[in-house]
């Protein structure tokens, strides 16, 4: 049984709210508060490695942090924006690599970033362009800096996807069944090789 009052975990919530729960659910919010005030306890723990998890989508980012005992401690969630290239047929668009930091950022904001000691990450096949020290490149016609990403279902590369697969004997074809689409990277990557300056 955990000594500690509700009201210290939940100083965030409005007391009306806080009072009504109490009334009809106490049983339940002291069950909540505990774990919740077991979780800040983890926190606070300054020399507990942390495990990150980030997860990328179409849509949105998703960052957590993780105890070694796999308990999660706090977790974000940011969407994506999404520009359309509409010169391009069969569709287009590009992203920022700003949008899917934010997530992370989030998370490990207060010093826990320096305790994740692993990373465990997915994403979608999306093209993410980077200078030599990390500060984005753009892939858009339109020349915004803040745009560099290529979404995985950008086909502005149609043209170079039919190239590279005219090689048909290529090994590296055999590797992925004997054709690339071109929401794969080498397409996109020859593609922004002749028309990024």
């Not at 300054?46 to 990328?56: N, T």
């Not at 320096?114 to 016609?141: E, H, K, M, N």
Request: charged content about 20%; proline content about 8%.
């Amino acid at each position: 049984m955990c000594n500690i009052p509700a009201s210290e975990s939940f100083s965030w919530l409005p007391d009306a709210i806080f009072l009504r729960v109490a009334r009809a659910k106490p049983r339940l919010l002291e069950t909540h508060a505990c774990a919740q005030v077991q979780k800040c306890r983890q926190l606070r723990r300054r020399s507990a490695p942390l495990f990150l998890g980030v997860d990328v989508g179409t849509g949105s980012a998703r960052a957590a942090l993780f105890t070694e005992e796999g308990a999660r401690l706090t977790i974000a969630r940011r969407n994506i924006e999404k520009w359309s290239n509409p010169e391009f047929p069969g569709g287009s668009w590009d992203q920022s690599t700003e949008d899917m930091c934010a997530a992370v950022q989030e998370v490990c904001g207060g010093g826990y970033g320096r305790r994740v000691a692993g990373v465990g990450f997915t994403a979608t096949c999306s093209l993410v362009a980077v200078d030599p020290q990390g500060l984005p490149v753009t892939v858009s016609p339109t020349r915004d800096p803040q745009r560099n990403v290529v979404l995985w279902q950008d086909h502005r590369a149609a043209t170079e996807t039919e190239e590279i697969n005219s090689l048909h004997h290529h090994p590296v074809l055999r590797c992925v069944g004997g054709a690339l689409s071109p929401e794969m990277q080498p397409p996109k990557l020859l593609w922004l090789k002749r028309h990024s300056p």
